[in-house]
């Protein structure tokens, strides 16, 4: 007959008793030892939780994922934003089992770049450590639109999270439409290596609408998307043709007759006549 027990005490704060009964050989009587006793509390929560991804949804919120937590007692989960002005803050609060991943409703991630860590919390109140969580941050991709040069600048953030050894590369992509049909489905436009944060696309259509989004990439097949970004090219089409066919003079006007060719198509406002001194 064993002369030992372990128990595991499930308490946050309380007193446990601890007495031993035999029973005797008469029925209903027993045989009692002393009563021991104890304070147990529990006080820590050693958990550290790992995040998977930050991405941009359509919605423009920051959409998070993480690992699911080790521990049993643990009830819910604090995300934490860090903001620009009070630093680090907790702003909601998920139920453990919740699906992931968790779109933040207060997210501006269409208009900046947010970083977020995850700590859990047990039925205790104990928070686990955020120090030990490495934070991730979304990609905000945005755009320089030339319209006299007919030319597209996107540049987005690096990813933060995955770590320099971790990011591959990243993919741009773009779709085009025109009078709201779609002209290309979604397609790579550029592969960028890991330290590429900004791309240049010429040539740009008249009244055509670029749709663009970034993903990265990392060394274990994990992804994370940026927000979309559309744009209107409302660019002059140049013209095509520009051709001085015939110059003739008029001594007796006083005058020179030009003729050109010139390209109906083009967005022109008006042409301008240079002359230059003859070199004869």
């Known amino acids: 007959t064993s002369l030992n027990y372990i128990d595991t005490v499930t308490v946050c704060n309380a007193v446990v008793n601890y007495q031993i009964r035999i029973q005797d050989t008469v029925r209903g009587c027993y045989s009692v030892s002393t ?10 929560n050693n958990d550290a939780i790992v995040l998977d991804s930050v991405s941009v949804n359509a919605n423009g919120n920051a959409a998070i994922s993480w690992g699911a937590t080790k521990y049993s007692d643990v009830v819910a989960y604090y ?3 860090n903001d620009v002005k009070l630093g680090w803050i907790i702003v909601d609060t998920i139920p453990v089992g919740a699906t992931m991943p968790h779109e933040w409703t207060s997210s501006q991630a269409d208009a900046r770049s947010e970083q977020f860590k ?3 919390v047990d039925s205790c109140g104990n928070q686990s450590d955020d120090q030990v969580v490495k934070p991730h941050a979304s990609i905000y991709l945005r755009n320089y639109l030339n319209k006299c040069e007919a030319y597209s600048r996107i540049s987005w953030n690096s990813y933060e999270g995955f770590g320099a050894d971790g990011v591959v590369g990243y993919r741009l992509w ?3 439409s025109v009078g709201g049909g779609v002209i290309d489905p979604w397609k790579v ?5 890991p330290g590429d944060t900004s791309y240049t696309q010429y040539k740009l259509e008249n009244g055509y609408e670029y749709c663009y989004r970034v993903q990265v990439l ?6 994370a998307s940026s927000n979309e970004l ?3 090219a409302e660019v002059p089409s140049k013209s095509k043709v520009l051709y001085l066919s015939q110059v003739t003079n008029d001594p007796d006007r006083g005058s020179l007759t030009i003729n050109t060719f010139i390209d109906g198509n083009a967005d022109v406002q008006y042409f301008d006549l240079e002359r230059a001194p003859s070199q004869l």
């Open 35 to 44: 009563i021991d006793s104890a304070h147990f509390s529990d006080k820590t």
């Open 230 to 232: 559309c744009i209107l």
């Open 79 to 81: 995300l934490y934003y």
């Open 218 to 223: 990392d060394t274990t097949g994990r992804t």
């Open 189 to 193: 436009l550029f592969g960028a290596a």
């Open 118 to 120: 995850v700590i859990s």
């Open 174 to 176: 773009v779709q085009t």
